[in-house]
């Protein structure tokens, strides 16, 4: 007898349109100094960059550190750099009990003057996960937003 188990799947997909050109949101996904000043859901935590090498195959390292000293440390690959048009990296949180190796994708839709991000996270291990994550991300492109 073959049985077949069906797993949900669990992503988040976000839009967002920014008053900067490509290229300027791409590089600020990809340099240390730019990410230190908007890389976090919150205004008041710090992100340090641990590692970074922006190029297909190359890694990186943030930490997110929240008011009270709680450290977030997230690292990953890249698995596609393509600038301006496209970054996929992977996603792993090395603090927390959560193995899981996600998928995040961004293109960058040249519009003018202004930039659409698409961003997708992929393979999230649950919906509590996927809620969290959302949150997250929504928090960190409003911080790009006003950095813009």
């Not at 008053?19 to 340090?48: C, G, H, Y």
């Not at 990186?60 to 000293?69: A, E, H, V």
Request: hydrophobic share 40%.
């Amino acid at each position: 007898m073959n049985t077949a188990v069906a797993e949900e799947v669990f992503t988040i997909n976000i839009t967002r349109t920014f008053q900067a050109k490509r290229e300027a949101v791409f590089d600020a996904w990809v340099n240390a100094d730019t990410i230190t000043q908007w890389f976090s859901p919150d205004p008041s935590m710090t992100t340090l960059v641990d590692k970074l090498e922006p190029k297909t195959g190359g890694g990186y390292q943030f930490q997110m550190i929240n008011k009270d000293g709680e450290k977030f440390v997230i690292t990953g690959k890249y698995v596609n750099f393509n600038r301006p048009e496209q970054l996929i990296f992977s996603w792993k949180w090395i603090t927390g009990d959560d193995p899981t190796e996600m998928l995040v994708t961004l293109d960058f839709i040249d519009n003018g003057d202004m930039t659409e991000l698409k961003l997708c996270h992929e393979k999230l291990p649950g919906k509590e996960s996927m809620e969290h994550h959302d949150m997250g991300w929504n928090g960190c492109l409003v911080r790009l937003e006003q950095f813009f």
